[in-house]
Protein backbone atom coordinates (compact mmCIF):
# COMPACT_ATOMS: atom_id res chain seq x y z
CA UNK A 1 0.00 0.00 0.00
CA UNK A 2 1.30 3.72 -1.16
CA UNK A 3 1.47 6.29 1.69
CA UNK A 4 1.73 9.80 0.71
CA UNK A 5 2.30 12.32 3.29
CA UNK A 6 1.97 16.23 3.48
CA UNK A 7 3.81 18.20 4.94
CA UNK A 8 4.83 22.10 4.95
CA UNK A 9 1.63 24.15 5.47
CA UNK A 10 0.86 26.65 7.37
CA UNK A 11 -0.39 30.64 7.77
CA UNK A 12 1.49 33.16 6.27
CA UNK A 13 0.78 36.84 4.98
CA UNK A 14 0.30 37.58 1.39
CA UNK A 15 2.97 38.41 -0.95
CA UNK A 16 4.64 34.93 1.59
CA UNK A 17 5.92 31.48 0.58
CA UNK A 18 5.80 27.97 1.40
CA UNK A 19 7.36 25.08 0.48
CA UNK A 20 5.48 21.63 0.66
CA UNK A 21 6.77 18.04 0.58
CA UNK A 22 5.23 14.96 -0.08
CA UNK A 23 6.52 11.70 0.76
CA UNK A 24 5.48 8.69 -0.60
CA UNK A 25 6.66 5.39 0.42
CA UNK A 26 7.80 2.47 -1.20
CA UNK A 27 10.45 1.28 -3.92
CA UNK A 28 9.29 2.62 -7.24
CA UNK A 29 8.32 6.50 -7.11
CA UNK A 30 10.08 7.08 -10.19
CA UNK A 31 7.77 5.11 -11.82
CA UNK A 32 4.95 7.29 -11.34
CA UNK A 33 4.17 10.70 -12.37
CA UNK A 34 3.33 12.88 -9.30
CA UNK A 35 0.71 16.13 -9.23
CA UNK A 36 -0.31 18.72 -6.22
CA UNK A 37 -4.39 19.60 -5.70
CA UNK A 38 -5.81 21.76 -3.32
CA UNK A 39 -9.36 22.04 -1.80
CA UNK A 40 -10.98 25.18 -0.49
CA UNK A 41 -13.89 25.32 1.81
CA UNK A 42 -17.19 24.72 -0.41
CA UNK A 43 -15.37 24.11 -4.06
CA UNK A 44 -14.01 21.45 -5.72
CA UNK A 45 -10.68 20.08 -5.76
CA UNK A 46 -8.82 21.30 -8.44
CA UNK A 47 -5.48 20.62 -10.12
CA UNK A 48 -2.11 22.87 -9.20
CA UNK A 49 0.50 21.40 -10.81
CA UNK A 50 1.95 17.60 -12.39
CA UNK A 51 5.26 16.61 -13.20
CA UNK A 52 6.61 13.57 -15.14
CA UNK A 53 7.90 10.38 -13.92
CA UNK A 54 11.57 11.62 -14.77
CA UNK A 55 10.56 15.13 -13.90
CA UNK A 56 10.95 16.64 -17.58
CA UNK A 57 8.01 17.58 -18.05
CA UNK A 58 5.69 19.63 -16.03
CA UNK A 59 2.62 21.86 -16.33
CA UNK A 60 0.90 24.28 -13.78
CA UNK A 61 -2.93 25.15 -13.88
CA UNK A 62 -2.99 29.63 -15.01
CA UNK A 63 -3.89 30.37 -11.42
CA UNK A 64 -0.10 29.47 -10.57
CA UNK A 65 1.61 29.46 -12.92
CA UNK A 66 5.14 31.87 -12.72
CA UNK A 67 4.69 31.20 -8.46
CA UNK A 68 4.34 28.15 -8.30
CA UNK A 69 7.52 25.42 -8.74
CA UNK A 70 6.97 21.79 -8.44
CA UNK A 71 9.75 19.58 -8.54
CA UNK A 72 11.10 16.00 -7.08
CA UNK A 73 13.55 13.90 -5.69
CA UNK A 74 13.60 10.67 -7.25
CA UNK A 75 16.12 9.56 -4.52
CA UNK A 76 14.17 10.81 -1.59
CA UNK A 77 11.05 9.42 -2.66
CA UNK A 78 9.28 13.29 -2.15
CA UNK A 79 7.33 15.44 -4.59
CA UNK A 80 7.94 19.55 -3.70
CA UNK A 81 5.99 22.65 -4.34
CA UNK A 82 7.45 25.72 -3.92
CA UNK A 83 4.82 28.55 -3.56
CA UNK A 84 5.79 32.45 -3.35
CA UNK A 85 3.99 35.06 -4.16
CA UNK A 86 1.31 33.81 -2.55
CA UNK A 87 -2.45 35.07 -2.42
CA UNK A 88 -5.57 34.68 0.02
CA UNK A 89 -7.07 32.78 -3.22
CA UNK A 90 -4.49 30.44 -2.57
CA UNK A 91 -5.77 29.64 0.99
CA UNK A 92 -6.97 25.51 0.45
CA UNK A 93 -6.07 22.32 1.94
CA UNK A 94 -2.94 20.94 -0.42
CA UNK A 95 -2.85 17.31 -1.52
CA UNK A 96 -0.10 15.37 -3.48
CA UNK A 97 -1.60 12.32 -5.43
CA UNK A 98 0.27 9.76 -7.76
CA UNK A 99 -1.16 8.63 -11.28
CA UNK A 100 -0.44 5.11 -12.05
CA UNK A 101 -0.39 5.92 -16.18
CA UNK A 102 2.50 4.14 -18.00
CA UNK A 103 3.72 6.98 -19.97
CA UNK A 104 5.92 9.78 -19.66
CA UNK A 105 4.14 12.79 -19.63
CA UNK A 106 1.96 14.48 -16.53
CA UNK A 107 -1.57 14.59 -15.99
CA UNK A 108 -3.95 16.91 -14.91
CA UNK A 109 -7.34 15.16 -14.33
CA UNK A 110 -8.51 13.84 -10.83
CA UNK A 111 -9.40 10.47 -12.45
CA UNK A 112 -5.79 10.09 -13.25
CA UNK A 113 -4.66 9.48 -10.31
CA UNK A 114 -4.96 6.73 -7.22
CA UNK A 115 -3.69 7.55 -4.39
CA UNK A 116 -3.92 10.21 -2.25
CA UNK A 117 -2.62 12.22 0.61
CA UNK A 118 -4.20 13.34 3.91
CA UNK A 119 -3.53 16.93 2.83
CA UNK A 120 -1.74 19.84 4.64
CA UNK A 121 -4.18 23.19 5.05
CA UNK A 122 -1.94 26.33 4.12
CA UNK A 123 -3.60 29.70 4.70
CA UNK A 124 -2.58 32.92 3.33
CA UNK A 125 -3.56 36.07 4.99
CA UNK A 126 -4.34 39.91 3.80
Known amino acids: QVQLVESGGGLVQAGGSLRLSCAAS????????MGWFRQAPGKEREFVAA????????YYADSVKGRFTISRGNAKNTVYLQMNSLKPDDTAVYYC???????????????????WGQGTQVTVSS
Open 26 to 33: GRTFSSYA
Open 97 to 115: ARAPGSGSGYYTSLDDYDF
Open 51 to 58: ISRSGGNI
